[in-house]
């Protein structure tokens, strides 16, 4: 069996979510010892595909006419389409029409939590659907000697400072407002946003909130992996104040990192992050702000090693025997 694993505009995706977890498949399909191809012009048995552009769709058309079955990931939702773009909340049905169209043409379809899972069927899909984590190679996150120091020095932080950081799109979605929010009521606090976002496409009130955003906030932009591991070991904690994801592939980085985080309390972690187990939760900005100040005094619990098991059932090696098993009920 030969998997055909295809990626339309690969280039334009590196530096998003989805892109990373396109990465991430490469080496589950490499550690399970699945034999795939990313080149669309040689031979293979299956396609497994994760964009839903012309090109990508033309492909399932093809695959579907010669009788090859289609696995589509589902990366995408109406519900993480909005409060992204200029535009994005005008054309959600929309979206959600053609991603509907685009993931009907399957013979299967995986995508990366029960949540999505759960959302994707409501939109009437009827072929099976698969909840397979976008996973983590624990490889990458053993500990990095002397990963506070180094970062301090890298970005110019003080040892005493205790530093919060984010991560993702500069996007409304990605709780990017709270975030400043959070620096502004907290200006004892050193706060760093990993991510950027192509000016031209971010709403006018986004915009004007990030050059607006107080002094304690530093916008790093898009780094290297290597960078967000080693803040993930250096930083005091990672908060993650989005509204919505299909899977939020920095909370299980997070975890794999013993970095103690919180998350935004969003139905998307509810069936893998447990408040005050694994995780601590936060529903809104106050909240947000009242755990990170227990935390900063040393009075909100230690959950990191709980969380490093989450990590564990996420690990590559386990993602790929995912996928091989759901190929093998297509071929």
Request: charged share 20%; proline share 4%; aromatic share 12%.
């Amino acid at each position: 069996m030969k998997v055909l694993l295809y990626s339309e505009g690969e280039s334009l995706l590196s530096q998003s979510g989805l892109g990373k977890a396109i990465k991430h498949q490469e080496r589950a399909l490499t550690q399970a010892g699945i034999d795939y191809t990313l080149d669309r012009s040689s031979a293979y048995d299956l396609l497994h595909i994760n964009t839903y552009f012309l090109a990508s769709y033309q492909l399932v058309r093809k695959c579907r006419l010669k009788g090859l079955p289609v696995v589509y990931h589902a990366h995408s939702t109406e519900e993480d389409f909005r409060n992204s773009f200029i535009g994005s909340n005008t054309f959600a049905s929309a979206f959600k029409r053609w991603i509907t169209h685009c993931y009907g043409q399957a013979d299967a379809i995986i995508t990366p939590t029960p949540y999505a899972k759960a959302l994707l069927e409501g939109y009437g899909l009827k072929q099976p659907i698969y909840a397979v984590s976008n996973g983590v190679d624990l490889q990458d996150f053993q500990p990095i000697p002397q990963a506070r120091d180094k970062f301090r020095v890298t970005y110019g932080y003080e040892a005493q400072d205790f530093i919060i950081m984010g991560i993702g799109l500069l996007i409304e979605r990605k709780g990017i407002l709270d975030f400043i929010a959070l620096a502004e009521r907290l200006p004892q606090y050193k706060f760093i946003w990993f991510g950027d976002t192509n000016a031209n496409i971010i709403p006018h009130h986004v915009k004007q909130a990030i050059q607006e955003a107080p002094s304690n906030l530093y916008f790093a932009g898009y780094v290297d992996n290597a960078i967000i591991r080693l803040a993930m070991q250096a930083c005091d904690v990672f908060i993650m104040p989005t509204f919505e994801e299909t899977e939020g592939i920095p909370a299980i980085e997070a975890c794999a990192s013993r970095c103690p985080f919180i998350v935004r309390d969003i139905p998307v972690f509810s069936n893998w992050l447990e408040d005050g187990y694994n995780v601590h939760k936060a529903a809104n900005v106050d909240e947000f702000q009242e755990k990170i100040e227990a935390l900063a005094v040393g009075e909100l619990a230690d959950l990191t090693e709980q969380a490093y098991h989450v990590a564990e059932a996420r690990d590559l090696s386990q993602i790929g025997q995912a996928y091989q098993a759901i190929y093998e009920t297509l071929i």
